[in-house]
């Protein structure tokens, strides 16, 4: 039988629980979400953020004028349900 894929929902639970784990994970997000089979690519965040036919260098202006806003940048989130 195959193995469930790991998804972030997972990922975040455990940090919650292991303390080493979350700053593993908070050292290097992708990294570890690939090391622990999450998928998560930008396929996965243009899907998050409601942008699917974007291109990757739009993905990336759009996270950077989240981030540089800060009226915007504190309520970025990507939900993981």
Known sequence: MAQQPTTLRDLMSRAA?????????????????????AHVDTAFFKEKLGIPGATDLELVE???SRLSDPVKGHSFCICIA
């Open 17 to 37: 629980a292991d303390p080493a784990f979350c700053e593993r994970l908070a050292a290097d997000p992708i990294g570890v979400a690939h090391a622990e089979g």
């Open 62 to 64: 759009m996270l950077q």
